[in-house]
């Protein structure tokens, strides 16, 4: 069974502040692993993703995840916090290989950027 | 290229009259598909998911039940809705190793 470990419902830094959100999971498979942010009341939409391959990924908006198998970590980062991050964000693991895959995500972590 | 449809973006119903929430895909074929629900301060729960037509999948017992009368549809219902039903759902359909992709969300208001 796959599952997801999101530290902190909530993290709050400054504006300009690095970014770390952190996400450890748990899987009997090698793991895909994403990250995705909600905004108030959408839908959820793709920050990045990690299959196969480097385990550094880039994603969308300036964040990037590491994927460090040691740890069965994944945490989201961001050098620098801009405004519009503020938005919840879900680490999730699925089993991609398959044929009726499932997607486990987190709970959940809110980020606030102060000004 | 693939979109989701998911509708309504809201609804309010009271306790004890019927849901049905309906998902399409366009632009692909026999697509996995998948109902999320995301209680108030809480994370996505995978509610049912398919893989093909008439095949339906339940994760977790409860009020509701879901449907897949063709390839593209996927459709989320209840006989009855409970107090606890509120929430927001969600669609989404897998593409294989890019990950799943989510609809705008439905969100219900059981009163």
């Known amino acids: 069974a796959q599952s997801v470990t999101q530290l902190g419902s909530h993290v709050s830094v400054s504006e300009g502040a690095l970014v770390l959100l952190r996400c450890n999971y748990s899987?009997?498979?090698?793991?895909?692993l994403f990250w995705y942010v909600q905004y108030p009341n959408q839908g959820l939409q793709l920050l990045l993703k990690y299959t196969t391959g480097a385990t550094l990924v880039k994603g969308i908006n300036g964040f990037e995840a590491e994927f460090k198998k040691s740890e069965t970590s994944f945490h989201l980062t961001k050098p620098s916090a801009h405004m519009s991050d503020a938005a919840e964000y879900f680490c999730?693991?699925?089993?991609?290989?398959?044929?009726?895959?499932?997607?486990?995500f987190g709970s959940g972590t809110r980020l606030s950027i102060r000004p | 290229s693939q979109t989701i449809h998911q509708w309504p973006a809201t609804l309010v119903q009271p306790v004890g009259s019927p849901l049905s929430l309906e998902c399409t895909v366009e632009?692909?074929?026999?697509?996995?598909l998948y109902w999320y629900r995301q209680a108030a301060g809480r994370g996505l729960q995978l509610l049912f998911y398919?893989?093909?037509?008439?095949?339906i999948s339940s994760e977790v017992p409860q009020n509701l039940s879901a449907s897949r009368p063709q390839d593209r549809q996927f459709i989320l219902s209840s006989k009855k809705l409970l107090l606890s039903d509120s929430g927001f759902y969600l669609c989404?359909?897998?593409?294989?190793?890019?990950?799943?992709?989510f609809g705008s969300g439905t969100r219900l208001t059981v009163v």
């Open positions: 398919s893989v093909g037509i008439g095949q």
């Open positions: 989404a359909w897998h593409e294989g190793a890019g990950g799943y992709t």
């Open positions: 899987s009997s498979v090698p793991p895909y």
């Open positions: 632009g692909t074929s026999n697509p996995n």
């Open positions: 999730a693991v699925s089993d991609l290989g398959s044929s009726a895959s499932k997607i486990i």
